[in-house]
């Protein structure tokens, strides 16, 4: 098997894996009970919100646990249809977990502007400034797009926003691991992390905030996580989460000149043979080892079928569901031809790979592509 | 070894179709096509596509989506909604086969890398002198090849149908065995964009409903219609003709549509002679092997559920043929399909615009 989709989910790092296995049998104590083996699941809970606030620079008490990074943008979001700042600034390439919300709720109080993204995935810093309402309470930027990779100017936009009384929120689910997520350097109010992305179990995120009062309580219930988030901890995944985060950022330089490597080598292999390649996104800003690339007269489909035939498994920008295979979103709002944009595809290289499997992919690349 | 791109639709049939292409020794993969965008209670295509996705999985085979929504929409939904507006009965099934099915579908597999597609419709092929022949489907109760007259020689020799010679109960049986959660899926019937909901609900959305008067053959006036299009020839449920107006025996049946005056006429009694025709034209006349046969044996079918019955042709040019049966045949639909017959081969067939006695 050779795995180069590691932007839609990592394999669960082994350190990872023993030690979700050994709390599922040992440890299946309720958090909120008070006796020893409670006491238990509470402690290793604790242990995890430090590995995390370690992680990205934040105190652990600025964290709760979520379902994913899905869940953390939905409690920020709704957060703020029930604020009376509830005006949010956006952009088009958000992940649908920000969009659908917005557009959704939108019929309730909140409303949204969207901020356009230029030909290589960056917002505009001054176009922000435009959309700035007298009721904007939010402005939501993801910190790296998922499917070109993108690394959006956060720092600029927190200082924009802050001038002007406005909150920022980041979705930084595609990033720890792949390159430093310091929430005090960042200076951002929210930010959404899922432990999936980053050799961790599903089904586990997490949220930071700076301030706890600009949040609303998203699962009612039993007064989990300070209240914020109601519902018996999952306390394997969260401790799993706790260790891969812990691992991801400890080898964080390690893994970036991996990752590098591999792009570097995808890259020049590629266009040997095909030279037409046109590579998607930031070159200057963006996430290491993932790789947006599109093949002229070529349809993504029928690649991705013919990858996942030789046991090669990528993403296609492109929606699909049960059946559609619909232009990238991300990629229209980029101003990239509808005939281009069904021609391209996503390899996001990770841990689970090595030199020999890229040169194995652009063996089968070339074989599928000269055709 | 050859690359077979079967039909997976979720039922049984395709299911064991496939199972069948992989015990043959054939390089099978699965495609599911989604031709109806709409979520909805009445649109299966998301448990479809998951039963489809498991029985792939137990076969060890992959599975691959399409989606010719757009297609199908133009090609075959706009052309029904035609057909209705003229007071017709399309087969929207029949133009599916042949514009989506054995076209795109064929199309998309071949970019994929398939030598043939392979589909669970319930028919046979073989090749005899040079041309191939689409012969009917050895479960008289099932046989499909109704749905599949319009299709050419390439289309035909391009396909593989695998259960084509055996019995539905068999094809239950089989997929039970091989543990296939589906194998006592219901049939569906009808038309598949439709499914469960009222028809004349579904038909209103699109094409505005005109009331008018139902009158009986001498012209007189025995109640109302909710539009023509919701009525075919023969029909005799739903009607709503009240007590009162009976002028002969028996229930009372569609007998003719006056599109002019948006009238419906009736008559009483499934032996009303308006309900029988011996003759008929048909356009659109299509050929299986290319050519018009030359035929003593000839037998027609005017809808999928009627018996292929004996006739001749009495005239024919390469769009349109009229035809003479030997017994008077029970309510022909402008609209429908008659499709002729040589034993178990399937000739071709056309669409049917009139019904008459000499």
């Given amino acids: 098997m050779n795995y180069f989709d590691h932007s839609a989910t990592t394999p669960i790092h082994p350190e990872v894996l023993d030690l979700v296995h050994s709390i599922q049998k040992n440890v299946f104590g309720n958090p909120s009970s008070i006796h020893r083996l409670g006491r238990k699941a509470r402690s290793l809970i604790e242990i995890s919100r430090k590995q995390i606030a370690k992680a990205i620079n934040s105190d652990p008490t600025q964290l709760i646990f979520t379902s994913g990074g899905t869940e953390a943008n939905n409690q920020v979001l709704k957060s703020f249809n029930q604020s009376e700042k509830n005006h949010v600034v956006t952009n088009p390439i958000e992940h649908p977990a920000i969009l659908k919300v917005l557009t959704t709720i939108s019929s309730q109080k909140i409303s949204f502007g969207l901020v356009p993204v230029n030909e290589k995935g960056r917002v505009s810093v001054s176009e922000i400034e435009s959309k700035i309402q007298e009721k904007t309470g939010l402005i939501s930027v993801m910190l790296a797009n998922n499917e070109v990779g993108t690394v959006q100017p956060i720092k600029e936009i927190v200082s924009l926003a802050h001038q002007n009384g406005v909150r920022v929120h980041t979705d930084a689910v595609q990033c720890l691991g792949k390159m430093p997520v310091d929430v005090k350097d960042l200076g951002v109010d929210f930010l959404s992390l899922s432990a999936h992305k980053f050799y961790g179990p599903k089904g586990i995120g997490v949220l930071y905030f700076k301030n706890k009062d600009a949040l609303s309580p998203f699962m009612l219930g039993g007064g989990q996580e300070s209240g914020l988030r109601a519902g018996t901890e999952n306390i394997a995944a969260i401790a799993g989460m706790g260790l891969a985060a812990e691992l991801a950022t400890d080898g964080l330089g390690n893994h970036i000149t991996e990752l590098k490597s591999f792009e570097a080598q995808f890259k020049s292999g590629l266009l040997s043979f095909f030279p037409n390649a046109i590579f998607n996104g930031d070159i200057k800003n963006k996430l290491p080892g993932l790789v947006n690339v599109s093949f002229p007269g070529h349809r993504s489909d029928i690649l991705l079928a013919k990858l996942d035939r030789s046991g090669f498994f990528v993403s296609s920008g492109s929606a699909c569901g049960a059946g559609a295979v619909k232009p990238s979103p991300v990629l229209s709002a980029m101003g990239l031809a509808d005939e281009i944009n069904i021609s391209t595809l996503r390899f996001s290289f990770g841990s689970s790979n090595n030199s020999e499997q890229v040169e194995s992919l652009l063996s089968e690349l070339q074989t599928i592509l000269t055709d | ?358």
């Fill in chain 2, 1 to 358: 070894m050859k690359r077979i791109t079967v039909g997976m639709s979720g039922g049984v049939d395709s299911a064991v179709a496939a199972s069948i292409l992989i015990e043959q020794g054939y390089d099978v993969e699965g495609l599911f096509m989604k031709n109806w965008e709409e979520e909805s209670e009445y649109c299966s295509a998301e448990q479809d596509y998951k039963d489809a996705l498991q029985v792939c999985d137990i076969l060890d085979i992959p599975l691959r989506s399409v989606n010719f929504a757009k297609e199908y929409w133009d090609r075959v939904f706009q052309h029904f909604l035609d057909e209705y507006k003229k007071g017709r009965t399309p087969n929207p099934d029949i133009l599916c086969n042949t514009e989506i099915k054995f076209k795109e579908f064929l199309n998309y597999a071949k970019d994929l890398g398939a030598d043939k597609i392979a589909t669970g419709h319930y028919v046979r092929n073989r090749d005899l002198d040079g041309k191939v022949q689409l012969l009917k489907g050895l479960d008289p109760g099932k046989d499909q090849s109704y749905f599949l007259y319009g299709l050419n020689q390439h289309q035909i020799s391009s396909a593989l149908f695998p259960i084509g010679d055996l019995e539905k109960p068999n094809v239950r049986e089989r997929a039970e065995k091989l543990g296939f959660d589906n194998f006592e899926k219901k049939d569906s019937v009808g038309i598949c964009f439709i499914g469960e909901r009222d028809f004349k609900e579904f038909l209103q959305q699109y094409i505005p409903a005109q009331p008018g008067i139902i009158v009986n053959s001498k012209g007189r006036k025995v109640g109302e219609h909710d539009g023509l299009m919701y009525y075919t020839l023969g029909q005799r449920k739903g009607l709503g003709i009240g007590g009162g107006h009976s002028d002969g025996e028996g229930a009372w049946y569609v007998l003719d549509k006056d599109l002019e005056n948006n009238e419906l006429i009736v008559g009483q009694g499934h032996d009303h002679a308006g309900l029988y025709q011996k003759c008929l034209t048909a356009s659109d006349l299509h050929w299986i092997s290319g050519e018009a046969p030359n035929s003593e044996n000839l037998k027609a079918k005017i809808r999928y559920r009627a018996k292929d019955a004996r006739c001749r042709i009495t005239d024919m040019n390469d769009e349109t043929i009229s035809v003479e049966f030997e017994k008077p045949r029970f309510a022909t639909a402008p609209g429908q399909s008659v499709v002729f017959y040589e034993g178990d081969v399937c000739l071709g067939g056309a669409v049917i615009d009139k019904a008459f006695n000499s």
